[in-house]
């Protein structure tokens, strides 16, 4: 089944600090790839997708993710960041097996100090 | 935007008790939600795909019996933990997605509920 792997699990920055967040997915074949966040206390929220089309993808909140298939990778970028980024950041695959739910991978805990 | 309600976000019981959570899709209706299990400092674990009318389709490792999943509706889903012991302890969250295509949308998640087992 399609899997993702994030290899930071946590993360400190300062603010205006650049940003970049790893993941990579096993599935050799067409993959649908998103990343979640999860503010403190609430529930996941998109970020961004790739389905198909342009490599680079825009999100929310000043996000993009580059998706490279010769590295199997999907990370995620802000080029400058903010105290209210901190929160917890999951990678995800489309799994076509079990209903398209999403897979995801171990998360990655973001702190923004001022 | 597409809006998923947990209820309840926080319940305690007693080992050997049962409980029920529901989820909801507020603004849209949902022929399939999924279920999670979040454990501390870890990533989702897909439980469960749950298919209105229909049987739901567990994961491997899951406990079907002990993870009663009712999808009586286009916009209701409830996960029972039947017989609830202390490693049942943990954050559940439900998903489901607007429309029938995987590409329609992306999914929207509740707030989660954290169970405490007594």
């Known amino acids: 089944a399609q899997s993702v792997s994030q290899h930071n699990h946590h993360v400190i920055l300062s603010e205006a600090a650049s940003l970049e967040l790893g993941c990579n997915y096993s599935?050799?074949?067409?993959?649908?790839l998103f990343w979640y966040v999860q503010y403190p206390g609430q529930h996941l929220q998109l970020l961004l997708k790739?389905?198909?089309?342009?490599?680079l993808v825009k999100g929310i909140k000043g996000f993009e993710a580059e998706f490279i298939k010769s590295k199997f990778s999907f990370n995620l970028r802000k080029p400058s960041v903010q105290w209210s980024d901190t929160a917890e950041y999951f990678c995800?695959?489309?799994?076509?097996?079990?209903?398209?739910?999403?897979?995801f991978g171990k998360g990655t805990s973001l702190l923004v100090t001022p | 935007g597409a809006v998923v309600s947990q209820h309840p976000s926080r319940v305690i019981c007693k080992s050997g008790t049962s409980v029920k959570i529901e989820c909801r899709s507020l603004?849209?209706?949902?022929?399939?939600m999924f279920w999670y299990r979040q454990f501390p400092k870890q990533s989702l674990m897909l439980m469960a795909t749950?298919?209105?009318?229909?049987?739901?389709?567990?994961e491997q490792g899951v406990e079907k019996d002990k993870f009663l999943i009712n999808h009586a509706s286009l916009t209701l889903s409830t996960l029972t933990v039947t017989s609830a012991h202390p490693e049942d302890s943990s954050f559940y969250i439900c998903?489901?997605?607007?429309?029938?295509?995987?590409?329609?949308?992306?999914?929207?998640f509740g707030n989660g509920t954290r169970l405490t087992v007594t």
């Open positions: 599935y050799g074949g067409t993959v649908n």
């Open positions: 749950s298919n209105e009318g229909s049987k739901a389709t567990y």
């Open positions: 995800a695959v489309l799994n076509s097996n079990s209903g398209y739910a999403l897979n």
């Open positions: 603004d849209f209706q949902a022929t399939t």
């Open positions: 790739y389905f198909s089309g342009d490599p």
């Open positions: 998903s489901a997605r607007v429309g029938e295509g995987y590409n329609s949308s992306p999914l929207h």
